[in-house]
């Protein structure tokens, strides 16, 4: 069966700090891979989607990155961290146009302080 | 910008009552998906639609996609305290290929006993 790890759960991190998120799917193959950040009581904002191996569509301009160096693994980064990037971020695959149901991983929580 | 629109953003619902959420896009849709998060939680998949007019049911819970496939509605009778959480809808633009799902704002559920 098929099974999204997303790690850490949470994270607290100073202003101006370098941020990594890994998150790889197991079970699957050529997943689509999504970053959702969701503010407190907000809904899901979708940040970025990969329907392959370095293909990554940004959906919306930050200072926020992501990789897929591999076909299930999903990589949020950031050099510099912002008040403003505090959130849940979460990690969701699907299995592409015909099957576009998500699944989602258990989340990161990130308080930048 | 966001492209599937939610209403009402919160719902406080006394137990026992009925309510409705709904779902509206700028864009006809392939399909409709609907989820579910408990507070903490991560996003759930709870249903799809993809017919034009389709209603299904889970339990208590009805799901209706419009007849133009750009709205969609959930209703829940006899609302219960583990109805509490959030519900989304997630739609794909039936001209995006790649089946990007995009989710709308949610619709916060409170259920006073």
């Known amino acids: 069966s098929q099974t999204i790890h997303q790690w850490p759960a949470t994270l607290v991190q100073p202003v101006g700090s370098p941020l990594s998120l890994e998150c790889t799917v197991e079970g699957t193959s050529n997943p689509n891979l999504y970053w959702y950040r969701q503010a407190a009581g907000r809904g899901l904002q979708l940040l970025f989607y990969?329907?392959?191996?370095?293909?990554i569509s940004s959906e919306v301009p930050q200072n926020l990155s992501a990789s897929r160096p591999q076909d299930r693994q999903f990589i949020l980064s950031s050099k510099k961290l912002l008040l403003s990037d505090s959130g849940f971020y979460l990690c969701?695959?699907?299995?592409?146009?015909?099957?576009?149901?998500?699944?989602f991983g258990q989340g990161t929580r990130l308080t930048v302080v | 910008g966001q492209q599937v629109m939610q209403i009402p953003q919160y719902q406080h619902v006394q137990e026992g009552e009925d309510f409705t959420t709904y779902c509206n896009s700028s864009?006809?849709?392939?399909?409709i998906q609907w989820y579910k998060q408990r507070p903490g939680g991560h996003p759930v998949f709870l249903i799809q639609?993809?017919?034009?007019?389709e209603v299904k049911k889970q339990k208590r819970l009805t799901f209706q996609f419009g007849e133009a496939k750009k709205n969609s509605s959930l209703h829940i009778t006899a609302t219960q305290t583990t109805d509490v959480g959030t519900y989304f809808c997630?739609?794909?633009?039936?001209?995006?290929?790649?089946?990007?799902?995009?989710f709308g704002a949610g619709t916060q559920v409170v259920v006073t006993p």
């Open positions: 969701a695959w699907s299995g592409g146009p015909l099957n576009t149901e998500a699944f």
């Open positions: 990969s329907v392959g191996i370095g293909q």
């Open positions: 997630a739609g794909t633009q039936i001209t995006d290929s790649w089946g990007k799902l995009q």
């Open positions: 639609l993809v017919k034009s007019g």
């Open positions: 864009t006809t849709l392939s399909n």
